[in-house]
């Protein structure tokens, strides 16, 4: 009776729980996510009112005049981080390959031929074209790490205006973006493991103190990592709308001692 429960055929009849609302809303999101950064990296070669620059155009890019957005010169670096992210994997692979769908959940027969592992026929896991890709990974986070410092920055300077210091909505959406965009990055798997994830003793480590505790707030921050990876995605967005709003002139920014 339990090598039958056990089955994925079994599976398939005894999960009677909305096991697909998941992969709906990966799916989902993403998607508009994709769309929504597609339409504003392409059509837009600026998103900036006063001291509000979106994060999808920074850092700053001159590139003199041309038809090409700014943005496309650097777009693909948060792209590829976010890609290849062991997370963002995870999902999009059970979303959008059904590669399973879920956890007891088998591939459907007609797509387990062509699944992204390659299982139909021989597994070959991301030792191939597209998804060897996924073993950048690391290399990604390294930039990704500074562009969250230059995040920081221009949060710091959304403060200020023409030689005057107060708060605006638009410095509070800017501030609480790169809050959880850092949130995301530093807990990361990757960084997790640079910092201390692969040491075995870290009494017997130059300032092996400092590097368990730093270990131990990626560590904090990795176990929320999905978490901290959609709520980003929706920061990210409304910031973005938020400046382009005031570009256009649709409302006034809500500010103090500006």
């Not at 600026?46 to 999808?56: E, G, I, N, T, V």
């Not at 998804?131 to 290399?139: P, S, Y």
Request: aromatic share 20%; charged share 15%.
């Amino acid at each position: 009776m339990a090598a039958a429960i056990a089955g994925p055929a079994a599976a398939d009849v005894r999960r009677q729980d909305r096991w697909w609302l998941y992969p709906a809303n990966v799916v989902l999101w993403l998607t508009i996510f994709g769309i929504y950064s597609l339409w504003t990296i392409v059509f837009f070669h600026s998103d900036q009112f006063h001291q509000y620059l979106s994060p999808f155009y920074s850092p700053e890019v001159a590139v003199g005049r041309t038809p090409v957005s700014p943005a496309l010169f650097i777009f693909y670096i948060p792209l590829g981080f976010r890609a290849t992210c062991y997370y963002y994997r995870k999902a999009y692979y059970r979303s959008f390959f059904q590669d399973p769908p879920g956890c007891a959940i088998r591939e459907p027969k007609e797509l387990a031929a062509v699944s992204p592992t390659g299982r139909g026929t021989a597994y070959r896991g991301e030792t191939k074209l597209p998804f060897i890709l996924n073993n950048l990974h690391r290399f990604f986070m390294y930039f990704a790490v500074g562009f969250v410092v230059v995040l920081w920055i221009d949060a710091y300077r959304s403060f200020s205006y023409q030689g005057h210091w107060g708060i605006g909505l638009g410095s509070a959406f800017m501030l609480v973006n790169v809050v959880f965009l850092t949130g995301y990055t530093f807990g990361c798997h990757s960084l997790r493991h640079l910092v201390g994830g692969g040491k075995d003793c870290f009494s017997c480590l130059l300032a092996g103190r400092q590097r368990y505790q730093a270990w131990r707030g990626v560590s904090w921050l990795n176990a929320r990592h999905s978490t901290f990876a959609w709520i980003s995605l929706f920061t990210l967005i409304f910031t973005d709308v938020y400046i382009r709003l005031l570009q256009y002139g649709v409302f006034h920014d809500p500010h103090l001692g500006f």
